[in-house]
């Protein structure tokens, strides 16, 4: 069973950047669409970002525009997530996971496989 790993995350103070992967484990897989969601304690999973993976179109969470740039590495099977100019309310567990159907990509049920998560935490 295809799975998903992130790493990247950690502990950075207000205003820095981080950047978080993802890469299938076990191995190669296809699909139309990777995203990114984040849960914070106490919250619902939110949508952050998602790329088309054939033509690399992408989409961003409109609370997180202009901070946000998601990209993908064909070659190394690999989705990043570049966050600029953290602040402590992005705090959370970010996910990445794939989908085969790009027309709902803002939606976490329409994402297939997910990863276990990577802890992103934003000091004030």
């Known amino acids: 069973q295809a799975q998903l790993v992130e790493s990247g995350g950690g502990l950075v103070q207000a205003g820095a950047s981080l950047r978080v992967s993802c890469a299938p484990s076990?191995?190669?897989?296809?699909?139309?669409?990777m995203g990114w969601f984040r849960q914070a304690p106490g919250k619902e999973r939110e949508f952050v970002a998602a790329?088309?993976?054939?033509?690399?179109?992408?989409y961003y969470a409109q609370s997180m525009l202009g901070r946000l740039t998601i990209s993908r590495d064909s070659a190394k099977n690999t989705v990043y997530l570049q966050m600029n100019n953290l602040k402590p309310e992005d705090t959370a567990v970010y996910y990445c996971a794939s989908s085969n159907s790009g027309s709902l990509y803002y939606r976490p049920d329409q994402y297939t496989y997910w990863g276990q998560g990577t802890q992103v935490t934003v000091s004030s």
């Open positions: 790329i088309t993976w054939t033509i690399g179109n992408t």
């Open positions: 076990g191995r190669t897989f296809s699909s139309y669409v």
